[in-house]
Every structure is written in C-alpha cells, then in structure tokens.
C-alpha cells in the first residue's frame, strides 16, 4: 500500500489539473464570443471567464467592471445569452448557476459604507448590494441615523470607491429630517475633499470633488406612507419605479415594522402580507444589485419565565431576510451585533453617532476611508 503522504500529493496533482483544466476551460468560453481581443482581454482580466458569468451580471455592473460603456455592455450581454442559449451550457432550468459563478458573484458585490470602519469590518465592508439586510434596536439606538447614512453614502461616486448611486427611502413613521439628511451630506462631501488633498499630498493623481452637498439630497427618493395599504401599494410599484431609475442602490423602509404593529387583528394574514412583502424585497435586491435595508422596532417575548426584548413581528418574520443586525447599548455605548447572516460570522462592533453621522466610537473625528 502506498505511504499516505504519497496519495495525498498525487490526490493534490489530480486537483490541481482538474482545476487548471476548468480554468482554461471557462477562459476558452470567453474567447469565443465574436468580440475584439482587446474586449475578450478586459473580460478575462475582470474575471468574466464563462458566458453565465457575463448573464447574470447587470449591464451596469459589466460596464463598471470591463471599463466601458453601458450599451457595449449590454451588447455583450445579449451575446453571451445567445451563444449560451444554443450551445446548452445554460442549466436546463432558467436561471441555474454553478457555484463557481456564485461565489465570484459573492465576492465581487459592491458594498455601501457605514462611515464606521468597525461597523463596516463586522459587516464585510459593509451593507452588501442584492441582499435584504434588517437592522433594528431599540428607541434612541441610531437605527434612523443608520438608514440616512446609508442613502448619503450610497453616492459616493465609484472613483471614491463608492456606488455612484441613488437612494429610496420609505418612511412609515414621519422620523426622516432632511436637516439631518443635510449635515451628513456636506460631511460627506468634506470628506471626499479632505481624500483628495491627502493623496494630492501624497503625490498621488486624485479626482476632484464635483459633488455638492444639494446634490446628494436631490438624489435621495422619500415616499412618506401612512398605512400599511400604502405601503403595500408603493412595494408593488417599486419594481416599476427603479426600471425607470436605474441608478438606485439602495431600498431603506424606516421602519418595516410601524403599521403592521398596529392596525393588524389577524395575525395569520399579518404573516402571510408580510411574507409576500419580503419576497419582493429579496426578488428586488437581485433583479437590480441593489440593497435593501428594513429598520425594525423591538418588542417584549416571553422566554424562559420572564419577558425580554426581541425584534418585532415574532419568529416568521426572522427567516424573511438575508443579514439581521441587532443594536443595543452597553453602558454607555451603542453596539451593532450581527445576529444571522449566510456569510458573515457573528461579531460586535461598537459605534457612535455625531453631528458629522456614524463614526467609529473611538473618535468621532476619526478621517472616513473612502477606498
């Protein structure tokens, strides 16, 4: 019998050609679309290796990632849907992948930044496009705070390292203030300025700041709801709206929970509306790579002989999203708690918010990281 140490290193060959051979493999897929070797080149370099990889991004991804226009990009998309489609390397079952695809999908998802670095590493870089990601806490936590960051953040332009994005944001609750909205965008638009003079410092070529504060408040969509049967009306039209603004990245409800808490008796058809609700959020997310974002309230449960916080909308409710982010206090700090994720493992991170927005809790004076 051969040595075990032998088996393993022949066992390691076999893998290693078989992974070559499917690398070489998938690059031979690109190269047969009838495109440019320069063009075949920048998809390669980009990681765009097989022709599902190519169809199941949106054309505003490619044409970010293979540094062209939209219409090339979706010219070549139509292309490798065509090549794909009469050659059979699609899944029988519209809109199979293989993993490979998926993990390369996962690992190239634009994130938006919190302005916290510690809440962005817990998070992954922070809250990940095609995902439906719930945050809620307690009254005075920051749970508003959070979403309206997140709608000024979502426009840091791409040569920031941003999204270059447009932002909807629901409001149940009459909690938004654009005063508020205001500050954290001229922060915002300091800190691209104070970026730029660092790396002009630093001898580095830099982009100059063209965003103005008024800008980044024109981009930001508020739909002010006041009963669930309006909020249920704007979900359905959502689909409709972000095809005719393509350049929206971010979905926030503030909160989720607010109508659904208070004028259901049926609990049954409460779960059944709110499950539906869910699904268009997650069919949302991945249709237009963006991210949703629902702020949720906190209530009572009962467990164990005593009554205790919990999120609200019970247990059914838990499973309808992709990422939960529990905050809380500790003493005298706010805290972030990644409570479930897929992808993430669970992890605390402390936070603060000041007049500038989220900043780590460190120092509320800390220069945010923009790339």
Avoid at 248 to 276: A, M, N
Avoid at 361 to 366: I, L, W
Wanted: glycine letters at 6%; a neutral charge.
């Amino acid at each position: 019998m051969a040595p075990t140490h032998t088996l393993a290193a022949k066992s390691r060959r076999r893998f290693k050609k078989l992974s070559l051979a499917t690398k070489h493999y998938r690059v031979m897929e690109t190269s047969r679309l009838p495109l440019s070797s320069t063009i075949r080149g920048k998809l390669i370099s980009a990681g765009y290796t097989s022709l599902s990889s190519i169809s199941s991004v949106s054309s505003t991804d490619l044409a970010r990632d293979v540094d062209m226009t939209e219409a090339e990009a979706v010219d070549i998309s139509k292309l490798a849907n065509q090549i794909s489609g009469s050659n059979g390397t699609t899944s029988l079952i519209n809109g199979g992948k293989n993993a490979w695809d998926m993990l390369h999908e996962e690992e190239s998802l634009p994130r938006i930044t919190t302005s916290c670095s510690d809440l962005d590493n817990i998070l992954g870089g922070g809250i990940s496009c095609r995902d439906v990601t719930e945050i809620g806490g307690v009254p005075g936590i920051g749970k508003t705070q959070i979403g309206i960051q997140l709608s000024v953040n979502v426009q840091i332009p791409r040569e920031f390292g941003g999204l270059g994005g447009k932002a909807i944001y629901i409001d149940t609750e009459g909690s938004f203030m654009v005063e508020r909205a205001l500050q954290m965008a001229e922060a915002c638009v300091e800190d691209m300025e104070e970026y730029t003079g660092y790396m002009m410092h630093k001898h580095f070529k830099a982009s100059q700041v063209q965003m103005k504060p008024e800008d980044i408040l024109e981009n930001i969509f508020y739909f002010r709801v006041c009963s669930y049967t309006e909020q249920i009306a704007l979900v359905n039209h959502l689909d409709k709206f972000i095809s005719e603004n393509k350049d929206v990245k971010v979905v926030i409800v503030d909160s989720i929970t607010f109508h659904f808490r208070q004028d259901f008796d049926d609990l049954g058809q409460r779960t059944r509306v709110l499950s539906e609700m869910a699904l268009k959020f997650m069919k949302l997310a991945k249709k237009f790579s963006l991210a949703v974002v629902l702020l949720n309230q906190v209530t009572t449960k009962y467990t164990d002989g005593s009554f205790q916080l919990a999120l609200a909308l019970g247990d059914s409710w838990s499973h309808s999203c992709t990422n939960r982010v529990i905050l809380y206090w500790n003493g005298d700090e706010r805290y972030a708690y990644i409570d479930k994720s897929p992808s993430l493992p669970s992890a605390s991170a402390s936070y603060n918010v000041t007049s500038r927005g989220l900043r780590n809790s460190s120092s509320s004076t800390k220069r945010v990281k923009m790339m």
